[in-house]
């Protein structure tokens, strides 16, 4: 017990998983390469409320194990360049994993903290295709010498992560002198959330996920997921979005300033699902990464007409996340999330734009680094209550602050608006777009 409660005091992050460790199963918390049950891995994460709602996802992305770069990082992991996915210390771990679920409350001792609950985890079929995918994309980058350059949010299931206790840590790599920040394998949050969703009811009635339309055809070309999308998407790229409706059968009322956008989803739904009127956000693929598809409308200038937002938030909420590290914000959640961008070309007033071309997009890790100072600055103006102060577009190169609400005929916001956005600068995505 003594050697439970060193592990279990305090409020650290990961020392409620060494408290479970250490006084529940009885061993010291370790980096061994085999799963730490033997039959399987051990791991806990943290739950957060919803807003408004008893629902809760998942606090934050689940670390499985840390990544070797082959430039002797370290002994006590393999490299990954000596390794092939189907051998490797990352999939032995993914394998068959017993989940602790525990409430999360801040600044609460971990041994006070709830366990809400606990379940077996194993991937199935489909969901080991997607990790092995993501698992070989990273390995390609860090054979390529090409460390310093991974990012979270480019993958779909599994991420490689940040780790370390300081943000200023690098390690070397085998094929490149470029030092690199250190990293770990990581389920991402959205997956995580849904995992716990599974486990926490298993016999609720789901709204069902779809197959890919095509799937065969897929299999057979043994490309990226991803790709294989896009390439069917881009095969109407030069039409205009009623051509693509017309060349497809689409019929529907589509009416107001989002008439393109209402066009173009239809679109996606008839190509992935088969169906214009099966939403392709219920694709397994989609559901599971918790993927933003985005609707970008260039002006002839080459500038989206909009910026890109997301779901708003409470100045309590946001203050809320003071102290806690950036990776376990909700903003760093959606940014390190899959987009799926469909880019519509205006091409003078009253025309109809033309679908320029669908693409996967994530965000680098430079572009976090930057939103990450909004974010910072954002938390530190709603504290000091200067509302009117949010950092703007002129501020950051990635993101900005604003109210979601539209302006009046006087160019003024309604009375009393409380609700802010981050959004997606419009110059940043123009250099994207470019």
């Not at 919803?50 to 990544?67: F, Q």
């Not at 082959?70 to 990954?80: E, F, H, I, K, T």
């Not at 949010?153 to 690199?180: F, I, P």
Request: hydrophobic share 35%; with cysteine.
């Amino acid at each position: 017990m003594e050697e439970a409660s060193k592990y279990g005091s305090g409020k650290a992050k990961g020392k409620f998983g060494n408290a479970i460790e250490a006084g529940h199963f009885y061993y010291r918390p370790n980096s061994d390469k085999a799963p730490d049950l033997g039959w399987a891995e051990l791991k806990c994460t943290g739950l957060k409320k919803l807003k408004k709602s008893e629902a809760k996802r998942a606090k934050e992305r689940l670390v499985i194990c840390m990544i070797n770069f082959g430039g002797g990082q370290r002994a006590d992991v393999p490299s990954l360049l000596e390794e092939s996915f189907a051998t490797s210390h990352a999939k032995r771990k993914l394998e068959s994993l017993l989940l602790v679920f525990y409430d999360y409350v801040k600044d609460v001792p971990v041994l006070d903290l709830n366990v809400d609950l606990v379940g077996h985890w194993s991937p199935d079929e489909n969901e080991l295709s997607m990790i092995e995918e993501d698992w070989r994309t990273i390995q390609g980058l860090v054979e390529q010498g090409k460390a310093h350059t991974l990012s979270e949010g480019m993958t779909n299931l599994l991420g490689a992560c940040t780790k370390g206790a300081k943000g200023t840590d690098r390690v070397h790599q085998a094929n490149s002198t470029e030092l690199a920040k250190p990293r770990a394998f990581a389920l991402k949050q959205a997956f995580v959330s849904q995992i716990y969703e599974r486990l926490k009811n298993p016999s609720k009635k789901a709204q069902p996920e779809l197959n890919l339309a095509g799937m065969e055809l897929y299999r057979q070309a043994k490309s990226r997921f991803e790709d294989f999308v896009v390439n069917r998407l881009n095969k109407y790229a030069g039409k205009t979005t009623i051509q693509i409706c017309e060349e497809l059968g689409i019929i529907g009322s589509f009416n107001g300033k989002d008439q393109h956008a209402q066009r173009m989803r239809r679109f996606l739904n008839a190509i992935l699902t088969g169906n214009p009127e099966h939403s392709s956000k219920n694709l397994a693929e989609f559901k599971k990464t918790g993927l933003s598809i985005k609707t970008i409308r260039r002006m002839k200038s080459g500038l989206p007409r909009e910026a890109i937002s997301f779901p708003h938030f409470e100045y309590d909420d946001l203050i809320a996340e003071d102290g806690d590290e950036w990776e376990d914000s909700e903003l760093y959640g959606m940014l390190t999330n899959r987009f799926l961008f469909i880019v519509l070309k205006f091409t003078g007033k009253g025309t109809d734009p033309i679908f320029v071309k669908a693409v996967f997009h994530s965000l680098s890790e430079a572009d976090l680094d930057d939103a990450r100072l909004a974010w910072e600055t954002a938390i530190q103006r709603a504290k000091e209550k200067r509302y009117d102060e949010m950092p703007g577009q002129s501020e950051n190169r990635v993101i900005h602050v604003r109210p979601h609400d539209s302006k009046d005929k006087d160019g003024n916001y309604r009375a009393g608006y409380i609700r802010q956005c981050f959004w997606l600068n419009k110059s940043y995505l123009k250099d994207f777009i470019k």
